[in-house]
């Protein structure tokens, strides 16, 4: 028996569909667009914000968390361009697109000096431009309902277009950067879709880091299609001011003999959420999926992975590493389903975490669903504080104890960073991971 | 240079040092030994300083400073190093990151410049070879598939790198095949000089036949109950722990 109440609509429930109904009125959009964004808002109407009741979001109640909704920030200005600068991270070698604010900034981007073979589109551009790459938004949205990802498609509007043409080995990583500079709380959603053709190959960079003490809700979904052969390189950096809310969401679709190397860095925001719905389309698939969640003070972070192999021959790994300190909250659930025609698949899941304090708190949820009978599939969770003994033997050289807590966290998360094939983006793994610990020692 | 007075110590609710007196001069080798659970190790973790023992009463001045008020990192930038038994394997750090992390937060202790990166180089190539230690070695996670004598001369190497005042050797011929104690040794003994101690820890006469002590001491129930030249290792090895055993039951 179901019964489906639903509770009274909280404040925040309130403000968003009012605003989401302000900006469909103001401008829906062309082509399907608008239908497509109706939709979410009334999927929205009817779930809400996503509450502990609901099974994917037992540990990361965001009816409670969630109080009210800033509007979302116009166009930004020459001020908040000039005030994003510091919030990008430098990638000398990459091309950048550049969204301030939730809001895509054309005098921070390079539309034009990406690689060749490489486009980039903004998104409304896109659209009207009837580009085939309009067609892909919200074509991976899973069909469960994703309270963040309906926001995103509800308020969808900003964002950008890339297509990789096949064959093509892109020169430069695209550097998808957004920041929230503003000392105003606002919303930012934006949208990427991204197309890489047969047997191309591309690194991708998403950065995100805002103002701390600032209230700012982060949106951000990605689409991407992966096609037969290509290889895609993801790198996430995650670094919202200390006050943000962050959700992240990354659809993927696998083709025949497609390889996907992810690496998701999570440091920022009060509360984050990043969420990946993977799925093997095509035979003989590789998907890596790793990351690093970093926590401190009362921040919340959540990681939850869906893979799905829906056919044969699909191989995944997944690795996350989770360091809390204080009174800090991590989460991960991965979920990984190998349909009936799935045989010969070989699944791995691991998440890792080390415990700081007392007082922090990690969550796990690993979950295999299998339907085909001939697969290898693992998961396994650990959680601990620091080796002692490993910490007494680097005081004992002369370490003091935060420098020996530093070098044993360091290596904790190399395990994971070391499958980052780029040197410079393990790199800047890297100096962001020192300078979260460093900043913890301080 | 090492003064201990009438040193307790327990772990948990277990007193295991229980009196123990203890002079070191400058320069001279001292061997401690005695039969399994005498006190021997924890000996050595009181002196370096691991934080899971208590010492609840007596003294240990260190060139005149009191050890004990130290934590673990600033006795190793004081000058005490341990050699341990059974040398920690920490996976993801690099040896070579792990040697000079130490030689450069001891420098740092102690108000010095950091080493430069040739500098470091040069001196560990200087003393790698030595002691049988590989690039390979250098490169891997410390200790991380190490086999027991080469973490045993991964440990002399760091004594070497680290140059401390006092050197104390836990049972440091355990484990290791008669060649494998030859290298280990000649290390040691190249480390000695008139401004370096060693308390040297072992079960076996075996390696003060390589590492020849200027004192020999027995170690029963917490406490030195004999003290004596080389020779008393020889008649220890005839006679074995035996009478102490008696006199414990």
Redesign the interface.
Known sequence: MTINVRPARTAAEEAIAAALEASITAEAGQGRIPEVRRAARDAFLSHGLPSRRVEEWKYTDLRAAVRDFPNCAPAPGAMEEAEAAPLVPSLPNAGRILFVNGVLSRAGSDFAALSEGVTALPLDAAIAAGDPLADRINALSPSRYDGPLALNTGFLGEGVALRVDAGVKAARPVHIAHAFPGVEAVAGFTRTVVVVGAGAEVTLVETFAGRDGVAYQSNHAVELVVGDGAIVNLVRIQEEGDAAFHFGTLMLELGREAKLNLFALAQGAALARYNVYGRFEGTGAHAGIRGATLARGRQHSDTTLVIDHAVAGGESRELFKTVLADESHGVFQGKIVVRRAAQKTDGRMMSQSLLLSDRAEMDNKPELEIFADDVQCGHGATAGALD???L??????????K??EM??I???L??AVEYVEDADLRDLLIERISGWLEKRAV | MLEIRNLHARIGENEILKGLDLTIPDGEVHAIMGPNGSGKSTLSYVL????DYEVTDGSVSFDGADLLAL???A???AGV??A?QY??E????ANM??LR???N??RK?RGEEEISTPDFLKLVRAKAPDLGISQDMLRR?VNVGFSGGEKKRNEIL?MAL?EPKLCILDETDSGLDIDALKVVAHGVNALRSPKRSMLVITHYQRLLDHIVPDVVHVMHKGRIVRSGGKELALELEESGYAAYAQDAA
């Open positions: 002692r003994s490993m007494f033997y680097l005081r004992s050289r002369g370490l003091p104890e420098e020996a070098l044993l360091q290596a904790f190399g395990e | 370096s300083g691991k934080p934590d673990a990192d006795r190793a930038a190093f341990l341990f040398p920690i920490i996976p993801g750090v990151t792990f992390a130490a030689m937060a001891q202790a996670g760091q680290l």
